[in-house]
């Protein structure tokens, strides 16, 4: 991610870089998609890494919150198919 954002910044010189809160709960809820836990781990470890390359536009608590839910609503249906 980091190589991404240089190029980007050679080409296009000094310029703001950020990360949409919408973004990392699309990447997250995509996480928690995953078929392996193999898979979820690699994918987390991505987001958390691009997470902590730019800085995020909007509200921290937006991001723990949406974060929160999606972990909460994939934990439910795990639940559900677990119990049928």
């Not at 190589?3 to 928690?32: F, M, N, P, R, W």
């Not at 991001?63 to 972990?71: A, D, R």
Request: aromatic share 4%; hydrophobic share 35%.
């Amino acid at each position: 991610m980091r190589q991404i954002l240089e190029q980007v910044k050679a080409s296009q010189g000094e310029i703001d870089i950020g990360l949409s809160v919408v973004t990392v709960a699309e990447l997250v809820h995509g996480a928690y998609r995953a078929k392996t836990p193999e898979q979820q781990r690699g994918r987390l470890a991505f987001i958390e890494g691009y997470a902590r390359t730019c800085p995020c536009i909007g509200s921290g608590k937006i991001i723990t919150t949406g974060i929160e839910e999606v972990s909460m609503s994939h934990a439910a249906t795990k639940q559900r198919r677990n119990d049928a």
